[in-house]
Structure formats: C-alpha cells, structure tokens
C-alpha cells in the first residue's frame, strides 16, 4: 500500500517500473513490495539566520530507501522541487545503481526546497551546517553517506563534513563523498561520472563492431560536469564531438567542435553558446542529428515518444538521470536494432563508483593516484557492461531492462540471504 506521503508523480513512475521489471522476472513478492517503500523518511526543519537578521525556515529530507548490501549512499539536493515523493524514487533508483554496479552501499538521496541562487555564501553554510545537525545521528561512514547533487558541490560536503566532524570530536572525511581533495576526497572523482559515459559508450561500440576513430561522431547536450568530461574523454579517443548544448543554446561543426576551446569559453562566458568554432543549431534538432553516439546530459524527460523516434545516433549513453520518458522508453525498445541504449544506472554510475573509492580510501587513510582511480573505474564500468549484455542477449530483454534484472537480482539475493528480522 503506497503511504500518502510519498505520494508524486516521479515516486509512482518509478514503482511503475520496479513492478513491471520486478514482475516479469518473477522477483520474490515479498521483496518486490519491500523494495517499493523506503525504509526510513526523515523530514526535518532547518531555521537559518538570513543575513537581512530575520530566521527563515527551510524544509529538509533524508530518505534511506535499502542499506541491505551496505550504508546507504545517494546526494544531497537544492531545489525548489524537493519534495518527499521524488527524493524517495531518488533514493529506489539509488539502490538500484549501487546494487548492478556490485558497490557494497545501499540506496539513500536527501535534499532541501530551497532556490540556491538565491542564497549568499553565508546563508548557504548556515543552511548546511543546521540540516547536518538535524540528521547528524542518522548519517555517518557505516550509516549513510550523502554526496553532490543538483544546486550542491563540493564545498557543500566539506561544510557537512566539518559539521559531523564537531559534533563527534574528530574528524570524519568518510560522512561524505565529492569533498575537496584537501579534506580527502577522492582524484578523478569531479571527472568519474562524464568519463565513465564516454568509457561506456565506447565499450558500446566496441561490442557493436564500431571501431573507433577520427570519422566516428557524439553529440552532447549539457556541457556542464557530465557533458564536458565525457567529451573531453571521447574528443583524447579520436572521436569528433560534432554538437554540444548547455541551457542556452547549442553549437555544431561536422568537422569537429574544438573541446578544450569550448571548455575555455565556457569558464570565460559562463556559456558554449556563441562559440566561435562552429555555428549555432537548435537544441531540439541538435538530438536528431546523424551521429555513432549521442550523450543527454542535461535534465530529465528530454527524450519523449516523438524524440524517440526521430533519433539517428546509434548509441544513446544516458548521462543524465532519467532522459527518456517512460512513452519515449517504449519507442525505443521497439527500435533496438537501430539504437543501442545505456541506461542511465549504469551508464552515469561512474561518479557512485568513484564515490565509493573515495569511501574506501577514506577509511583505510590510503589515497590513490589518479591513473590508479581511472584504471580501477574503467574496469568496473567494462565487467557491468559485459553482465548487462549477457542478460540482454540471453533473457531477450532491452538493455535498460537486463541492467534493473541484474540489479533486483543482487539486491534480492542479499535481502533473502539475511532475511526477515526479527
Ligand atoms: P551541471 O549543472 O554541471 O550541467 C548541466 C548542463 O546541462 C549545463 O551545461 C546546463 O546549461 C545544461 N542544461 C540544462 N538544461 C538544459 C536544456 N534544457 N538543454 C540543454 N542543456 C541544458 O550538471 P551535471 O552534474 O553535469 O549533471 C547533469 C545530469 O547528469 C543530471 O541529470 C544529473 O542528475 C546527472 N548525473 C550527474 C552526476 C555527477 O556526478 N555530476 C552523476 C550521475 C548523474
């Protein structure tokens, strides 16, 4: 029985889909349904002194979906939208993720409904520093362990950090992943999530016989984390980027865009758009164009049943959460022939991949070295690749399907082995 309070569209399209996954691959009932609820929601309110002098009161959630395989991992977001219902399908999908990647961690996602634009440093620090109080014995290294998210970065993780670290009397990098290197974050970490895309799109290519070189093309839209460190991963393979986007415009050049120039103009313009290196195109035609692999990378929903069926790349590698809409999922699985997709759970799982070396790291006091992170991150992203296509090719099944398939089997067995306590 679904609890009112969870109750929003994003939360109920998820349980849509862990039923039919679940219910096709014949899951344990009583799994399925367990998986459909968190087990744990805490709201909290979280006074901040603005500095105008008055207390505003902010609302804050930590939803702890399954910490069965380990803590419960997932970011912490500052959002207008936050709301319990989709922080708790955050949380499912997290589980999800954490659970197909092999990762010793659960499923937990947090946020506060507040517009981060339009808070001063100091109001933001506050912020962070009272919500970290309100949940302080609820997260920690063997509990839960937050990281970025939208409207959250790194210096965001190192206030939490600082704040759980004071209030226990001593320091505690591991409450937290995404932090500075300073307060021992992890090398690669801020560059995991965009290189594991471009790795997995290139085991794609692999796998499809595409071999890669200078005639091969990607299109990306959203040159922001994600977008710029998978294009400046596929751009070192050979791989001409021919199109890229952010929120206000998009540019194409068939010869190539120049990726480390685009970069440079990005941090001087605070945009791509206007790049000189190519010629502007519109966002929406941009996702139709020809191309071997095409990376969503902004925001989700992007790819509806009629962009589904206007798509010419033959590799989709979904780097944001949740780009294709379930209608836009169904074209899709009926044009498998010609669109080979990576879900985003796997395909966006490099920064919890990394987030969880830099979990370890922080608990054994042993740091690496960055080649050491990419050689250790690229092997798991190519051992789940091959996992999810054996599932595919043996079950007959789309990819997204054979990647929630191996996951809900790894999350089962483990929840079935502990069993019900008490
Ligand atoms: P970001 O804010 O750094 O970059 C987002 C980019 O998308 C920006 O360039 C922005 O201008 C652009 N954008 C926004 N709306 C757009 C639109 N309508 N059309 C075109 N471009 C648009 O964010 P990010 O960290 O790169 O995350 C991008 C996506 O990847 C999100 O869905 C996020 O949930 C997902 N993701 C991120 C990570 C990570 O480690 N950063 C991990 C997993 C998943």
Redesign the pocket.
Known sequence: MTCKEWDDPLYHNTCRLFKNVGEAMNLDPNVLNRLLQPERAIIVSVPVRMDDGRVETFHGYRVQHNNTRGPFKGGLRYAMDVNLGEVTALSMLMSIKCALMGLPLGGGKGGVRVDPTKLSRGEKQRLTRRFTVEIVNDIGPDIDVPA???GTNEEVMSWIMDTYSQMKGHATPSVVTGKPVSVGGSLGRKQ??GRGVAHAAMEAACHLGIEIDENKTAVI???????VYAARKLAESGVKVIAA????G?VFNSQGLDVVAMEKRLGEHG?IKGFEGGEPID?QEMLTLECDILIP????G?IDEGMAGKLKCRILAE?????VTSAGNDVLCQRQDEVFVLP?IYA?AG??TVSYFEWVQGLQNFFWSAEQVNQQLYTVMSKIFREVVSVHEEEKVDMRTAAMRLAFRRLSEAMLRRGLFP
């Open positions: 970025p998210d939208m995991a999530t839209q959203g040159f922001g984390n994600v977008g986007s952010d929120v206000y998009a945009t966002g990378a902004a925001i989700s992007v780097g944001a959460n949740g780009p985003d966006n920064g919890v």
